[in-house]
Nanobody, 118 residues
């Protein structure tokens, strides 16, 4: 099992920044692909960004490219999501997820609320 604990969510004005963190335990962190997803009520959970085991490859949804940055610290078993130039449409519950096999996210955090006011 992998335990994931997110932190860093909150309320911010449009144009502001937040940094989400996700601390992992229970597996060798460097063997896990990591991703950030978000979900609003009534909609499916969508991927925001992901990062490979070594951190050498990243992916971003079009809606966040140029504004969000995913990174990881394998020594600290932590993945981050730096969110800049936030927009009201970024409001959602953000989830951290871990994949033992590429693209197959089978471990999830409890989620952290991000609210962007206009």
């Amino acid at each position: 099992q992998v335990q994931l604990v997110e932190s860093g969510g909150g309320l911010v004005q449009a144009g502001g920044s937040l940094r989400l963190s996700c601390a992992a335990s229970g597996r060798t962190f460097s063997r896990l692909g990591m991703g950030w997803f978000r979900q609003v009520p009534g909609k499916e959970r969508d991927i925001v960004a992901d990062i490979s085991r070594s951190g050498g490859r990243t992916y971003y949804a079009d809606s966040v490219k140029g504004r969000f940055t995913i990174s990881r610290d394998n020594a600290k078993n932590t993945v981050f999501l730096q969110m800049n130039s936030l927009k009201p449409e970024d409001t959602a519950v953000y989830y951290c997820a871990a994949a033992e096999n590429y693209g197959k996210y089978n471990f999830w955090g409890q989620g952290t609320q991000v609210t962007v006011s206009s």
